[in-house]
């Protein structure tokens, strides 16, 4: 009695019998698209000398950042608060783990798909006190139609290449054995790197409003693939 080997318990490729000969084909399809949505990264924070007016100016200051968010209303498609942190800083010099101040801090996460609306937001958030703001992250939604259009598009190339293997052998595809998504398993993309912004404002904000920043959308890439088997009328050779 023979022992099994890894090649034995590999499933058989259908290759397919004279009568019903099976063609192997990949479609695939790369867009680029415009973004849907942008997000931002807000980082509130405040020093004092005391834990008390530390926690004190995180939070009033928190609550302007909130409030300019929230008043571009439906702008704004999602918002949540992030980490907060509130430590000491001990003196360097001296004995005992004596404090010479406390920094607060806070995160904000800002998702809005008016682009317009966009540029002067970021610019009035980084005029605030001791705010900074990162970004923007652009992205398109997980139910975009630009993924169910890549999609299609990858399954109709898969279908053009089998159709022209076919024509170079004088026959034509009979039916369809397997469409496989590609990629089901593997780890999902990482997501798109920052655009062009980047912005921090320390200090007191200045009396006259800065200018709206001009933000141009970062374009999309999105691929998709298949892998497709065929069958087709036996070819006379």
Do not use: C
Request: hydrophobic share 40%.
């Amino acid at each position: 009695m023979t022992t099994p080997t890894a090649d034995d318990h590999r499933p058989a490729v259908p290759y397919g019998t004279p009568d019903a000969p099976r063609i192997a084909v990949r479609g695939e399809a790369r867009l680029e698209v415009d973004p849907e949505i942008a997000r931002i990264g807000i980082s509130v924070a405040s020093r004092g000398k005391d834990r008390r007016t530390a926690l004190d100016d995180l939070t009033r200051r928190n609550t302007a950042a909130l409030e300019l968010i929230k008043s571009y209303g439906d702008a704004v498609e999602h918002l949540e608060t992030g980490a907060f942190s509130i430590s000491p800083e001990l003196k360097e010099k001296g004995r005992g783990e004596r404090v010479h101040a406390y920094h607060g801090r806070v995160h904000l996460t800002a998702e809005l798909a008016d682009f317009t609306s966009l540029g002067e937001l970021t610019t009035r958030l980084a005029d605030l006190d001791l705010t900074r703001v990162d970004g923007p992250w652009w992205a398109l939604r997980p139910d975009s139609p630009a993924h169910r259009q890549a999609r299609q598009q990858a399954v109709k190339e898969a279908v053009q290449r089998a159709g022209e293997y076919a024509e170079a052998l004088g026959t034509t595809l009979s039916a369809l054995v397997e469409l496989a998504d590609i990629g089901a398993e593997d780890a999902p993309p990482r997501p798109q790197a920052p655009g062009r912004m980047r912005s921090m404002a320390y200090g007191a904000a200045a009396e006259d409003t800065a200018a709206p920043l001009d933000l141009e959308p970062q374009r999309q890439k999105i691929y998709a693939a298949v892998n497709a088997r065929f069958t087709m009328v036996p070819p006379r050779l």
